[in-house]
């Protein structure tokens, strides 16, 4: 099987084969390293808020439960 044959095909037709493209690969690369980038320049700005975990790799709703167990833990010794 050659991996670049449509599936059910025949091989032998040079219309049923698929296109490589490097380029969509370079673009990946580049998407990803302007994404690292822009979200750095955000996070030295305090974008977006320490406080958020929707969207953000890595946090997450047990963070989240995690922060408010605290709030309320710290609420209760300042009001008791």
């Known amino acids: 099987n050659n991996p ?3 599936p059910g095909k025949d091989p032998t037709d040079p219309r049923n084969r698929r296109p490589i493209s490097l380029i969509s690969i370079l673009a ?3 998407d990803a ?3 690292s980038e822009f979200q750095e320049a955000l996070h030295q700005i305090g974008i977006p ?3 958020q975990a929707g969207f ?3 946090h997450g709703t047990i963070h989240q439960i995690g922060t408010i167990i605290q709030d309320l ?3 209760q010794r300042t009001t008791h």
């Open 4 to 6: 670049h044959n449509k």
């Open 28 to 30: 990946k690369v580049y």
């Open 33 to 35: 390293y302007t994404l």
């Open 49 to 51: 808020d320490p406080r």
């Open 56 to 58: 953000r790799q890595g």
């Open 73 to 75: 833990t710290r609420t």
